[in-house]
C-alpha cells in the first residue's frame, strides 16, 4: 500500500472568546498571520486560523453555547478518548516556559523535565482557558 504523505496542517481548538484566545495566541507562540476567518453567523460560529508563517497553525472556534472540556493533567487528558493536549516543539524550553508562564500568564501544570528519550525535555501549562499544552526540546548531540 502506497504512503499517503500526509502532513500536519492545523489543530483545532473549540474557545469560548476568540478575540481573547487569538491575542493570547498571538503573543504567546507568534501567531499573528491570519489565514482565514469564518463567521457562520446563523450557526453562532466564528473561527480564524492563525500562523506563524512558517508552518505552524491553529484554528480557534467560537461558538455558541459550547462547553468547556478541562483536563488538569496529561493523565487525566488520557481517560477520554480524544485529543489530549497539543505539543509544541520549541527550541529552548526554558525561555518558551519563562515566557509562556511569565509574560503571557500560561498556569503551570508541570515545569521543565527530563522526558524518556534521550535528550529530550518538556513541560506542560494551561492556556487562559485550560487548554493543555506540552512544550518538548530535543537537544541533538
Known amino acids: 500500500m502506497p504512503s499517503l504523505a500526509a502532513r500536519f496542517h492545523h489543530v483545532s481548538l473549540s474557545v469560548a472568546d476568540l478575540s481573547n484566545q487569538e491575542r ?26 492563525l500562523s506563524d508563517g512558517q508552518g505552524l497553525r491553529v ?4 461558538r455558541s453555547g459550547s462547553r468547556p472540556v478541562s483536563h488538569p493533567d496529561p493523565l487525566a487528558a488520557a481517560a477520554d478518548q480524544t485529543f489530549g493536549h497539543l505539543a509544541l516543539h520549541v527550541p529552548d524550553l526554558d525561555a518558551a516556559f519563562a515566557h ?25 501549562v494551561h492556556d487562559p482557558e485550560d487548554n493543555l499544552l506540552e512544550l518538548i526540546e530535543v537537544q541533538h548531540g
Open 24 to 49: 493570547w495566541y498571538g503573543e504567546a507562540f507568534g501567531l499573528t498571520q491570519i489565514e482565514e476567518r469564518v463567521d457562520l453567523t446563523s450557526a453562532g460560529v466564528r473561527t480564524a486560523v
Open 59 to 62: 484554528e480557534l472556534i467560537e
Open 100 to 124: 509562556l508562564t511569565g509574560d503571557c500568564g500560561a498556569q503551570i501544570v508541570s515545569p521543565p523535565a527530563p522526558g524518556a528519550s534521550p535528550g529530550m525535555r518538556y513541560a506542560y
